[in-house]
């Protein structure tokens, strides 16, 4: 997850891609189903089963987090529900769509077939949105999607008017439909067994070191975190290198930051709970950014921050790190490698999810 800056604002990313997917299938939409009978039924189904989903997903962590919620309400503007929150709004976003095709089932082909067509349209702008906004390039697993999600869209399109069944059909009948899919399931599963065969087992990849000349230094994933030595409060030397051997989450904030106010409590429930597995918070405040070095000492105390504070009193590190956002989370592998970064708050759920994949565990 990471942000858009829009001016001198800040737009979550994840909440930017699913205002261009949403607008994606309702342009589709909208284009295709001119001079259609029931066009305008069929828009608003599609907008308020969006904005109900949305609702859901966004505000999700009331449901799954009530009491924390309620003590951070900033949480409920700067976080969502998580992936919990997405299967929820889309269970609650299709019941609402099955409850207006009960009230107008003689539409029921076409509100079909118009889910179709949205879901293919918006599954391509994600797609494309996934790959310029992530900091790894698009694989062949994602241009093929990308492919084949093109192909049914013009397909659903050309075939729109024809009867739902020769459209799910392809318009070879029931057994023709069944061998396409048997087909392509198999050519999937080849590919499948040779990708596995070509990349090795894990075992005969190459281990990693800490020789400098075989990581590359940089901010990318895959590349090694620059490392850096800062002061905590007390004068204590604080180094990166340090806690070579610990997945780190390098944390970036400021006092004044509301994202950083709303993170910081998740930050420390997080640290608390998992502390004992080899993971470390490493809490970077930009001091340089602060009224003064007491401002961001007084957040320290009143929030009983409990895991490593440094400070970065001219702004190097936070220039090295290429801060744009507050907060941004570098997450560290053992041995120092960056795994993912996130810009913007993330909850406690994220920052296990993180946590995992970055220690292997």
Known sequence: MTVIPIGPFMIRADI??????????????RIRLHRLEHRDWLLDTYVYSLLIGFAVWKFGMLIWDPVRTLR?????????????GIWLGSLVAGIYVLSRWNKMRSVGAVLFKSSLMA????????????????????????LLAMLLLLVLLIYVWLKFETSLSQLLTFGL???????????????WAVYNHL???????????????????????????????PDFT?????????RLSDYRGRTVLLNFW????????????????FYK?????????????????????????????????????????????????????????????????????????????????????????
Not at 125 to 130: E, F, R
Not at 230 to 238: I, P, Y
Request: glycine share 10%; net charge negative; charged share 20%.
């Open 254 to 269: 400021a006092s004044w930051c509301p994202p950083c106010k709303a993170e910081m409590p998740y930050m420390e429930d």
């Open 273 to 361: 709970r998992h502390k004992e597995e080899d993971v470390v918070i490493l809490a970077v405040n930009m001091t340089h950014l602060e009224g003064s070095m007491e401002d961001a000492a007084s957040f320290v105390q009143s929030n009983g921050l409990t895991f490593p504070v440094s400070y970065d009193r001219e702004g190097t590190v936070t220039g090295t790190y290429e801060v744009t956002a507050y907060p941004t989370t570098y997450v560290l592998t053992p041995d120092g490698v960056v795994s993912e970064r996130y810009q913007g708050a993330i909850n406690e759920e994220l920052m296990v999810k993180a946590y995992r994949r970055a220690s292997g565990s």
């Open 230 to 238: 800062l002061l905590t409060a007390d004068g204590q030397e604080v």
């Open 16 to 29: 930017a891609v699913f205002l261009i997917v949403a607008l994606a299938g309702y342009l589709a939409l």
């Open 72 to 84: 951070h309400p900033l949480s409920l503007i700067y976080m969502t529900g998580g992936m919990r």
């Open 195 to 225: 990708n596995e065969s070509g990349s090795g087992s894990p075992d005969d990849r190459p281990a990693v070191t800490d020789d400098a000349d075989v990581i590359a230094e940089g901010l990318k994933p895959g590349n090694r975190a």
């Open 119 to 142: 879901a293919m349209a918006g599954g391509l702008a994600y797609l494309l949105l996934g790959g310029l906004i992530n900091d790894r390039p698009i694989g062949v697993v994602q």
């Open 173 to 187: 009948g029931r057994n023709g439909a069944v061998m396409l899919v048997i087909g392509s399931l198999l050519v």
